[in-house]
């Protein structure tokens, strides 16, 4: 599974994601800042990506939007808002743990991870 983390998620969460060996990179490495929601989930999709994100409201509705416009993505990770202040290492095993949960990919999913797990 490949992430993408958008610019709101430290890209110190994707280092420990690569570090656990999943193929990770932030908005902040490859120079995608300050681009609106519905072009970071279309880098996401053209780089075969699942799109990590804490803006669950906006993601939601784009995601729900992309299957109207029959828009194919890589899937869809959102990461409750009240993390913002996490443990770096706490947003990457709730990540981490979705590659177990999902080994097919996740591909027009959207799933939400919690502390208690994936849903």
């Known amino acids: 599974m490949k992430l993408y983390l958008d610019e709101n ?4 969460i994707a280092q420990i994601l690569r ?8 908005a902040h490495e490859v120079g995608n800042l300050g ?12 780089a075969g990506r699942a799109l990590v994100t804490l803006d669950v ?16 993505h890589g899937g869809i ?8 202040g996490a443990d770096f290492h706490l947003v990457a095993k709730a990540v981490g743990e979705v ?3 999902y080994p097919g990919g996740l591909a027009g999913l959207i799933v939400f991870v919690s502390r208690r797990g994936s849903s």
Do not use: C, H, M
Request: no cysteine.
């Open 99 to 101: 590659r177990t949960l």
């Open 57 to 72: 409201g906006d993601f939601v509705g784009l995601a729900a939007e992309a299957v109207r416009q029959n828009e194919p």
């Open 35 to 46: 681009l609106d929601d519905k072009a970071q989930l279309r880098y996401a999709a053209r």
């Open 77 to 84: 990770i959102l990461v409750p808002s009240s993390w913002r």
């Open 19 to 26: 570090a656990s060996g999943l193929d990770a990179v932030s």
């Open 9 to 12: 998620l430290s890209p110190t």
